[in-house]
Each structure stands twice: as C-alpha cells, then as structure tokens.
C-alpha cells in the first residue's frame, strides 16, 4: 500500500493488544531459537552454502517496529484476570477452550517471567520495540492490576516501557465514551508516541481546532452510558 515497512508502530486495544503482543513475543522466541540453532550447528560442522541465510530469511523482525502501544489488554491470563473473567462468564475451563487448552502458551506475562539465563533476558529485551501500557483504573474487564504486573515484570529487562493509568476510566472510556465526550486523552498519547518513535516529520497536535474537544452527544448520555456499560 505504499507504506513505510521500516517505519511502523503497533497499536492494539484488548483482545487486539493480546494478540498483537503474542504475536511479537513469538516472532522474538523464533527468531532467538533460530540463531541459537544456527550457532550450535556452526560448532559442530562447516555451515552449507547460503544455509545462514536460509536460517534469518523469516520476514520481518520484531526490532524492525518502532513502537508498540497497548491499551486495556489482557497480558496476563493467569490469577489477577480470573475474577474480572469470571465476572463476565469466561470460567477457567472456558478460557483454557479458548486457547486449545495450552492457556500457558498464549500468556505474555509467564513468557517474560519464564525468561531464564539474564542473556536471554537482554537479548529478548533487545528485540523488542519500545512500548507503551494504556489501562483505565474502572476497568471491570482487564483488571489494571494486570497492567501493572506485566510493566513490572517487563521494566526489570527493558527501560524504554512505559505504563500509563487512566483515572475514572472503564474498559472502552478510552475508545468510546471518552472521545465521545470530547476527552481525547488516548488519542494524544497514541500521537505523541507515534511522534517520538517513528521518522516521520514531527506532527503537531491541534489545540486550538475546536474538533478536537467537539461532544458527539450531550454529557448526560455519556453518564448514562458508563452506568450501563457492563465493562
């Protein structure tokens, strides 16, 4: 489509953050096994012609990001999600279907906290982008003691994460009642991180352009909304 394939940010909110993080802290584990393969068979005998090439030729890496923002996701599946889980139906046993019954293989926290020798850590921590942790503080469905988790767990290998609360605000106030109440604050920060990670010209924030604040509907159908709202 014309893009820029070296100049990408990632940006997923709930069971899109998930999958997005999943899919990149796989592309990480791969790419890590790959070059461990390749150096033990580079011990044992004189590597083939062009084989180095054909063990790097996956595609894209995950340090070719320039940044990932995840907002409001499930980063952990173990005990701090269950009682919001089970709030809304999802059981253990549901949860363990929904991932083939390998949960453990699809939760990012336990694939940092499983991280073993501190070379592995640096090196997994190196091919990683920089991120961004987004979490409303009312969320009922992403507990934000999970955020909080995996920030911590993740900053003891990477400096460049950040994590960032939303006061008052529910699973879906920062993609749906907040804008629509003229409270853009995600928005913002999204923009600012795309600024300051990607090569793209620096962009200005409008401040001044009254669309930006515009209400889509009255602040007491807002009110209403997060009253009704069960997430």
Avoid at 162 to 183: Q, R
Wanted: charged share 25%; glycine share 6%; proline share 6%.
């Amino acid at each position: 489509y014309g893009g820029d394939p070296n100049n990408i940010v990632v940006i997923g909110q709930s069971a899109g953050g998930h999958v997005a993080c999943m899919t990149i802290f796989r592309k990480i584990q791969r790419k890590l096994f790959r070059e461990k393969a390749m150096l033990e068979s580079n011990a044992l005998s004189e590597p083939e012609s062009g084989r180095e090439q054909q063990w790097m030729d996956e595609g894209w890496s995950a340090s070719d990001l320039r940044g990932f923002s995840v907002i409001s996701s499930p980063l952990s599946l173990g005990s701090l999600i269950k009682p919001s889980f089970e709030r809304i139906g999802f059981h253990d046993d549901l949860v363990h279907r929904m991932f083939g019954f390998q949960k453990e293989k699809y939760d990012p926290f336990l694939i940092l906290e499983n991280l073993g020798s501190e070379e592995e850590k640096e090196q997994f921590a190196k091919e990683l982008p920089p991120m961004s942790i987004y979490q409303g503080l009312e969320d009922k469905t992403v507990a934000h003691q999970v955020s909080e988790a995996f920030y911590r767990e993740l900053h003891q290998i990477k400096s460049d994460v950040t994590y960032v609360p939303y006061a008052n605000w529910s699973h879906t106030d920062p993609i749906l009642e907040g804008p629509m109440d003229g409270d853009h604050r995600l928005h913002k920060d999204l923009f600012d991180d795309v600024n300051n990670w990607s090569t793209s010209p620096d962009l200005a924030w409008p401040v001044d352009d009254p669309r930006v604040h515009q209400k889509l509907c009255p602040h007491f159908l807002v009110k209403i909304a997060r009253f009704v709202n069960p997430f």
